[in-house]
């Protein structure tokens, strides 16, 4: 299997355009989540899903960001407008099940400029 | 906010040493997980324990957990440069397996 896949892995772009970062979990793993990790912050859970459907989005900083999940195997965390606070390492995972390993993608960098 | 907290901060030992780090956390919990970060990657889960667990073993680690103190430790015994990386735990406490992760142990192996 190839593991979780994220893409871009990393991303530049200026204040105010919309972001868009991708996620592909492991076939068969029917949870998925996204995270952020930041020096001051650490690593913080945005949202997860569960099934194709968002469970706790209470991690979710502002209106600015959303998430989808439309299939079992593709998910979007969108930021528009993006600021520079939004600068972050974004983790996406997914694992079978609840209650079990959670498998990470290698992360998208993103600086807002 | 975090449910749970990694002690020491930072570790930085010899080659053959054992790395010792703790977790502690707040409240009840279904499992405790132990992860591994190198720089600049993503996150390897090691090991897995559940509350009704005391000590779980993988290759050169070593996990306890006690659900009295809310705490668990995880032992690197015989260390060797590769194992410099962040280690974090994450307590599983919801229904849905929904992980809180600590701040991190930084470890650093010298040869």
């Known amino acids: 299997d190839a593991g979780v896949i994220q893409s871009p892995r990393h991303e530049v772009t200026e204040m105010g355009q919309e972001v868009t970062l991708r996620c592909k979990p492991i076939?068969?793993?029917?949870?998925l989540f996204w995270y952020r990790q930041t020096m001051m912050r650490g690593l913080e859970l945005l949202i997860y899903?569960?099934?194709?459907?968002?469970?706790?989005d209470s991690g979710m900083p502002e209106d600015r960001f959303s998430a989808k999940m439309p299939n079992a195997s593709f998910s979007t965390l969108k930021i528009q407008p993006s600021e520079p606070r939004d600068s972050a390492v974004y983790f996406c995972?997914?694992?079978?099940?609840?209650?079990?390993?959670?498998?990470f993608g290698p992360g998208t960098r993103l600086t807002v400029l | 906010s975090q449910q749970g907290e990694e002690d020491p901060q930072a570790l930085s030992i010899q080659e053959g040493e054992n790395a010792t780090m703790n977790c502690s956390y707040k409240?009840?919990?279904?499992?405790l997980q132990w992860y591994r970060q190198n720089s600049g990657r993503g996150l390897v889960h090691l090991i897995l324990?559940?509350?009704?667990?005391r000590e779980k073993h993988s290759g050169r680690l070593r996990v306890t957990l006690d659900t009295s103190k809310k705490s668990s430790s995880l032992l690197i015994t015989a260390s060797r440069a590769a194992d410099t990386a962040s280690y974090f735990c994450?307590?599983?406490?919801?229904?849905?397996?929904?992980?809180?992760f600590g701040a991190g142990t930084q470890v650093v192996v010298t040869p």
């Open positions: 409240t009840s919990i279904n499992n």
């Open positions: 324990i559940r509350s009704n667990e």
């Open positions: 076939s068969g793993h029917n949870s």
């Open positions: 995972a997914s694992s079978f099940d609840t209650y079990n390993e959670q498998f």
């Open positions: 899903f569960n099934n194709n459907v968002p469970i706790d």
């Open positions: 994450a307590t599983a406490a919801d229904s849905w397996g929904k992980l809180q």
